[in-house]
C-alpha cells in the first residue's frame, strides 16, 4: 500500500489429481487449494489463511448418463483474531445427460 508503505502478500496453491477406480466406469476426483494472506498494515493487518479439499466419485451408467457424489470441506485460519476462524463442509450430488 503506497500510502502507509505496508507490504501485503498472497500466496495461492492448488491440486488436482483423478484416479479411474474402474475405467470408462467409476472415477474418483480430488483437489484442493491453500491460499494465504499477510499484510502489515498498521489500519488493516492481515494474516490469514483459507484451506479446501474436495473430492467426487462419478459412476457412469453409459457414455451419457452419469451420477456423481462429493462433498468437501473449507478451513479459514485467521492468527490475528480468532473470532474470525470458520469450518465448512458440504455435499453434493449431481446426475449428468449427455445429448
Excluded: C, H
Amino acid at each position: 500500500n503506497p500510502s502507509d508503505l505496508s507490504v501485503n502478500k498472497t500466496d495461492n496453491v492448488s491440486v488436482t489429481t483423478n484416479f479411474k477406480i474402474i475405467p470408462t466406469k467409476l472415477v474418483l476426483a480430488v483437489w484442493g487449494n491453500l491460499t494465504t494472506r499477510k499484510d502489515d498494515s498498521k489500519t488493516s493487518p492481515a494474516d490469514t489463511s483459507v484451506t479446501t479439499g474436495n473430492s467426487e466419485i462419478t459412476y457412469y451408467f453409459s457414455q451419457r448418463f452419469a451420477w456423481t457424489v462429493g462433498g468437501g470441506q473449507t478451513l479459514f485460519s485467521d492468527t490475528i483474531d480468532r473470532t474470525k476462524d470458520y469450518t465448512e463442509m458440504r455435499a453434493s450430488t449431481r446426475l449428468s445427460i449427455g445429448f
